[in-house]
């Protein structure tokens, strides 16, 4: 059972993933768009390419003929999946997933449209004036985001009439590929939102883990946490929801499903079909299988008897303050010292404000307190500096 696996996107959770990997004897060659990316560190070989380069993509499959495709980014010319799946390549979780999740509009309208599943009231807008009138039509305030961007990028909030051309500019700089569209969003007055890790197999059995909660700050998670506390009527919901759309998509992995629960109940937001930022808390070991482990073993088809909740955990992220191509780090004696508590660093070859460099993990038996762990989490972060 050894396998080749092309990884497109090779950061922090490629790296994650190719570790689980390299445990169990796979080949992994890791692709991004710049040298020395942290997946490239661990895997067997790498590609330097633009993965919206299609011509570029056929060439590296078509050279290391994988066994298994495994998208780990929200910019790669995944058209060409569909072609791929149809010369008998495996592509993870399935074309249709990696292809509709790549662009807000064809996850949103298969959610809300085809499937029926309460979301926040949405429009689409191609310019500054279309903006104008799809705010008018979803009221404010609103939160206007790319249709293709990931981690906040290219994302803000607007209130009032005046946000708007700024709205629409800042949109554009955030955007990835050649997308110039975005989605506009009713803003959700959320109690709390959650993660729900969702893995699908290729026996058919959809198994969740325990929901994550976390907090984001511009469009970007900063502490995450498990179990998030929540309602099992809204869990049920949830798990309901993501079943719903993880099947219609189709295809073996394990996916991150985000929903905001408000007073008038559970919205499904988007979904991940790989690994999620927020559920780096399981590499806290707060289950019996980090989401590296499952999504691995949901790809290469190996059975997972169950998914157990083993502690409470929390996780939070360590961003650079600068600008650097030789990023130092500052502060990390003081989290090696803290007891039930660990730490990852990236290894990302430069560093930029508010890129994320590295997380803390801090945990504690079941049955500990989980905003205690989260706080700790969070207070530890911040005594590291990346600059
Ligand atoms: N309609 C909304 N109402 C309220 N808050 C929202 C809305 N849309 C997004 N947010 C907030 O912004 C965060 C990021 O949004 P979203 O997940 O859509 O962006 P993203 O760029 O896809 O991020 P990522 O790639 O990290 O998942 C959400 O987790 C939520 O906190
Ligand atoms: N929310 C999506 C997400 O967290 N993606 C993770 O961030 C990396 C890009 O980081 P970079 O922008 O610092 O290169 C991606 O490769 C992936 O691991
Ligand atoms: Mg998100």
Same mark, same amino acid.
């Given at each position: 059972?050894?396998?080749?696996?092309?990884?497109?996107?090779?950061?922090?959770?490629?790296?994650?993933?190719?570790?689980?990997? !390299?445990?169990?004897?796979?080949?992994?060659?890791?692709?991004?768009?710049?040298?020395?990316?942290?997946?490239?560190?661990?895997?067997?070989?790498?590609?330097?390419?633009?993965?919206?380069?299609?011509?570029?993509?056929?060439?590296?499959?078509?050279?290391?003929?994988? #066994?298994?495709?495994?998208?780990?980014?929200?910019?790669?010319?995944?058209?060409?999946?569909?072609?791929?799946?149809?010369?008998?390549?495996?592509?993870?979780?399935?074309?249709?997933?990696?292809?509709?999740?790549?662009?807000?509009?064809?996850?949103?309208?298969?959610?809300?449209?085809?499937?029926?599943?309460?979301?926040?009231?949405?429009?689409?807008?191609?310019?500054?004036?279309?903006?104008?009138?799809?705010?008018?039509?979803? &009221?404010?305030?609103?939160?206007?985001?790319?249709?293709?961007?990931?981690?906040?990028?290219?994302?803000?909030?607007?209130?009032?009439?005046?946000?708007? !051309?700024?709205?629409?500019?800042?949109?554009?700089?955030?955007?990835?590929?050649?997308?110039?569209?975005?989605?506009?969003?009713?803003?959700?007055?959320?109690?709390?939102?959650?993660?729900?890790?969702?893995?699908? !197999?290729?026996?058919?059995?959809?198994?969740?883990?325990?929901?994550?909660?976390?907090?984001?700050?511009?469009?970007?998670?900063?502490?995450?946490?498990?179990?998030?506390?929540?309602? #099992?009527?809204?869990?049920?919901?949830?798990?309901?929801?993501?079943? !719903?759309?993880?099947?219609?998509?189709?295809?073996?992995?394990?996916?991150?499903?985000?929903?905001?629960?408000?007073?008038?109940?559970?919205?499904?937001?988007?979904?991940?079909?790989?690994?999620? #930022?927020?559920?780096?808390?399981?590499? &806290?070991?707060?289950?019996?299988?980090?989401?590296?482990?499952?999504?691995?073993?949901?790809?290469?088809?190996?059975?997972?008897?169950?998914?157990?909740?083993?502690?409470?955990?929390?996780?939070?992220?360590?961003?650079?303050?600068?600008?650097?191509?030789?990023?130092?780090?500052?502060?990390?004696?003081?989290?090696?010292?803290?007891?039930?508590?660990?730490?990852?660093?990236?290894?990302?070859?430069?560093?930029?404000?508010?890129?994320?460099?590295?997380?803390?993990?801090?945990?504690? #038996?079941?049955?500990?307190?989980?905003?205690?762990?989260?706080?700790?989490?969070?207070?530890?972060?911040?005594?590291?500096?990346?600059?």
């Amino acid at each position: 059972m050894k396998k080749k696996i092309l990884l497109l996107g090779s950061g922090e959770l490629g790296k994650e993933f190719v570790i689980a990997a !390299q445990r169990i004897g796979q080949t992994v060659i890791a692709v991004d768009s710049y040298e020395n990316a942290p997946a490239m560190q661990v895997a067997h070989g790498y590609e330097v390419i633009n993965m919206l380069d299609g011509d570029a993509l056929d060439a590296i499959v078509a050279k290391h003929k994988p #066994d298994y495709i495994v998208p780990e980014i929200e910019a790669i010319r995944t058209e060409r999946f569909y072609e791929y799946e149809k010369q008998g390549y495996t592509i993870v979780p399935s074309a249709k997933a990696a292809n509709y999740t790549m662009n807000r509009k064809a996850i949103r309208d298969l959610a809300a449209k085809d499937l029926g599943l309460k979301t926040a009231k949405y429009e689409y807008a191609t310019s500054a004036k279309a903006l104008k009138e799809a705010v008018k039509y979803v &009221g404010m305030p609103c939160v206007v985001k790319p249709l293709m961007s990931s981690s906040g990028k290219g994302q803000s909030t607007i209130k009032t009439e005046a946000d708007i !051309q700024k709205a629409w500019e800042y949109s554009q700089e955030g955007s990835r590929g050649d997308v110039a569209e975005v989605i506009v969003e009713a803003f959700v007055n959320f109690n709390y939102e959650i993660t729900l890790l969702t893995v699908t !197999q290729r026996d058919g059995k959809t198994l969740f883990c325990p929901p994550i909660g976390h907090r984001q700050e511009r469009g970007d998670y900063q502490e995450s946490w498990q179990p998030a506390t929540m309602e #099992d009527i809204h869990l049920k919901t949830a798990q309901d929801m993501a079943a !719903q759309v993880t099947e219609a998509l189709g295809g073996a992995g394990l996916w991150g499903v985000e929903f905001f629960i408000a007073d008038d109940g559970v919205y499904f937001s988007e979904l991940s079909p790989r690994p999620h #930022d927020t559920g780096m808390v399981t590499l &806290g070991n707060t289950q019996n299988f980090n989401e590296f482990e499952l999504h691995l073993r949901a790809v290469l088809g190996l059975p997972i008897p169950e998914i157990t909740q083993e502690r409470i955990g929390a996780s939070a992220v360590i961003l650079a303050s600068a600008h650097s191509d030789n990023p130092r780090f500052e502060g990390i004696e003081t989290v090696a010292i803290a007891p039930k508590s660990d730490f990852r660093l990236f290894g990302k070859p430069s560093s930029r404000p508010y890129r994320r460099m590295g997380v803390v993990v801090a945990y504690d #038996d079941l049955g500990g307190d989980i905003e205690t762990v989260t706080k700790r989490a969070k207070e530890l972060a911040g005594k590291v500096r990346v600059y």
